[in-house]
């Protein structure tokens, strides 16, 4: 059974950082090409970055290109968002998310963790 | 980026009505296209990729078409548990895109 959970969300001050985790089950980290996605109320849902199953090649939308890093531990079956200079326009739901490929739909979501960058 | 452009953004119905929703890609995707339900609270859950195709263990009740710009997503008769937000996810191009959203309620 495939599952997704992300954790380590919470509230945190502009300018400061913050990593989230999404540890997975049911399937190899290593063999899939993974995602986060993040929702907001007014904006809807915004794709923000993606790793292949190999680690390479990794892509960011603009909006977080610099400030955010994609990782993973194949050893722990998790990966990581390590979220820099927050903004509080970065305030949303996180989803972690997978795709069989870098070039195909996204399959399976977990259930998100919430950000709420304020001072 | 590719706009995707979702209507309506919400609707309301009954059970048993037939429900179609609408996607357009501003430039062409080919067949690139996802679409979702998503409840409160819950991971959205993947019903049609390829545009077309149905997700395993998915409800014949759902449908999708279309190629190119445009795509369609149809609920034939609406049951008491498809009442949710639908959107779809274009993964042609990056960023992927998703469309705004569609919130499904009881009339």
């Known amino acids: 059974q495939v599952q997704l959970e992300e954790s380590g969300g919470g509230v945190v001050q502009p300018g400061r950082s913050l990593r989230l985790s999404c540890t997975v089950s049911?399937?190899?980290?290593?063999?899939?090409?993974m995602h986060w996605v993040r929702q907001t109320p007014d904006k809807g849902l915004e794709w923000l970055a993606l790793?292949?199953?190999?680690?390479?090649?990794?892509y960011y939308a603009d909006s977080v290109k610099g400030r955010f890093t994609i990782s993973g531990d194949k050893s722990k079956n998790t990966m990581f968002l390590q979220m820099d200079s927050l903004r509080d326009d970065d305030t949303a739901m996180y989803y972690c998310?997978?795709?069989?490929?870098?070039?195909?739909?996204?399959?399976?979501w977990g259930q998100g963790t919430l950000v709420t960058v304020s001072s | 980026d590719i706009q995707m452009t979702q209507s309506p953004s919400s609707l309301s119905a009954s059970v048993g009505d037939r429900v179609t929703i609408t996607c357009r890609a501003s430039?062409?995707?080919?067949?690139?296209l996802g679409w979702y339900q998503q409840k409160p609270g819950k991971a959205p859950k993947r019903l049609i990729y390829?545009?077309?195709s149905l997700q395993s263990g998915v409800p014949s009740r759902f449908s999708g078409s279309g190629y190119g710009t445009e795509f369609t997503l149809t609920i034939s008769s609406l049951q008491p548990e498809d009442f949710a937000t639908y959107f779809c996810?274009?993964?042609?191009?990056?960023?992927?895109?998703f469309g705004q959203g569609t919130k499904l309620d009881i009339k």
């Open positions: 998310a997978r795709s069989q490929s870098s070039r195909s739909g996204i399959d399976y």
């Open positions: 049911g399937f190899t980290l290593s063999s899939y090409t």
């Open positions: 790793m292949s199953y190999n680690g390479f090649p990794k």
């Open positions: 430039q062409d995707i080919t067949n690139d």
């Open positions: 390829a545009a077309s």
């Open positions: 996810l274009q993964h042609n191009t990056y960023p992927y895109t």
